[in-house]
């Protein structure tokens, strides 16, 4: 059986089952399940807890004796197996179709490990192992999932999003669930009436002078240069990893390079927002760039951009945030040089 990661705590409710399986690549979603199977099995007897790595040094002998013999001090035990990003050996996969048949109602097991396609699914020691348990997808959810995500996490905290908040939460947390899930617990101290709007958010980051790389790039989209040049300052000032910051800001001009290719070709801006499914509080920001910036301005910060970050990963004594400071005044074409630019 397959569950969401927000279903867990009720099904858990209705009791334990054998075994759970939490696959998937966001860290955040498989901890926080975990944490509630854990929490869960001691309240049902299961206090003594052994974990494994399945890897090559692994005995799996130990494992076999933990469901042969009970523990002296409790009866019952949860056996947490991890799989490497490597995935399982044919050895391995072997071994888990072994220990189906030894598990018991005094052992939980659960297995967590990365992402899983449609074949392993399929695979007899999956399929054996969901047999006994929840297969519970722990997934980053996408650009489409993530405001639903961001609505029902809000739900649990007793706050009311209005969708623009939402829109607005998604666009600075997309990628990093660990971020949201702290900014949406601060916003719950700071509004106990859990009302949520986009003025509200913007003042809780204000009031705490935290910035993220997101709302850089929203500043240098609608070209705030004074804005952009406060924001980075922060952001250096709280060691923000430059690769992050290049990266975030690549990730943003590549989408405008392919707008304004779009446009260039004599397809209408608002077809184009509609055929990459780009959200309404957005457009405007991206207008205003494509209107402001030419294919061959936003070519030339791509090409900065490779070369600040090819300069971090070569000399880590250098230091790139002059150069990324000029790149956000060229970003809002505010022709000023603040410092000299790199050599060709």
Not at 259 to 279: L, M, S
Request: hydrophobic share 40%; aromatic share 8%; net charge neutral.
């Amino acid at each position: 059986m397959r569950i969401f990661p927000e279903q867990l705590v009720q099904n858990l409710e209705r009791g334990l089952r054998q075994c759970y399986l939490l696959f998937g690549n966001e860290p955040l979603l498989k901890q926080e399940c975990l944490d509630q199977i854990r929490q869960c099995s001691q309240k049902h007897g299961f206090e003594e807890k052994h974990q494994f790595v399945l890897d090559k040094q692994l005995d799996w002998n130990v494992i076999f004796d933990c469901t042969q013999a009970l523990s002296l001090f409790s009866s019952r035990q949860v056996l947490e197996l991890t799989i490497p990003d490597t995935g399982l050996t044919t050895a391995h996969t072997s071994k888990i179709k072994e220990l189906v048949p030894a598990l018991h109602d005094d052992i939980l097991l659960v297995v967590q490990g990365p992402r899983v396609n449609k074949a392993q699914e399929n695979s007899q020691w999956f399929k054996a192992l969901v047999q006994l348990g929840l297969f519970v997808p722990c997934n980053t959810p996408d650009n489409q999932q993530l405001p639903r995500f961001i609505q029902q996490r809000c739900k649990k905290l007793k706050l009311q999003p209005d969708a623009e908040a939402i829109q607005m939460l998604a666009q600075w947390h997309e990628g990093n669930l660990l971020a949201l899930a702290q900014s949406l617990d601060k916003l719950a101290l700071l509004y106990p009436d859990g009302l949520l709007t986009l003025i509200r958010i913007e003042e809780a980051l204000n009031r705490n002078n935290h910035f993220t790389p997101f709302q850089l790039v929203d500043t240098l989209l609608s070209g705030q240069a004074k804005r952009a040049q406060r924001i980075l300052r922060q952001l250096e000032s709280e060691g923000t990893e430059m690769v992050i910051l290049l990266r975030t800001l690549q990730k943003e001009l590549f989408v405008l390079q392919n707008f304004q290719q779009a446009i260039t070709q004599g397809e209408a801006i608002f077809t184009v927002f509609d055929r990459h499914k780009v959200w309404q509080n957005r457009r405007a920001l991206y207008q205003a760039a494509l209107q402001r910036l030419s294919m061959v301005q936003i070519q030339h910060l791509i090409r900065s951009l490779a070369r600040m970050e090819i300069a971090t990963k070569t000399d880590f004594d250098t230091n790139c945030w002059p150069q990324l400071s000029q790149l956000t005044l060229d970003m809002c074409n505010i022709h000023i040089s603040v410092t000299p630019n790199f050599s060709h």
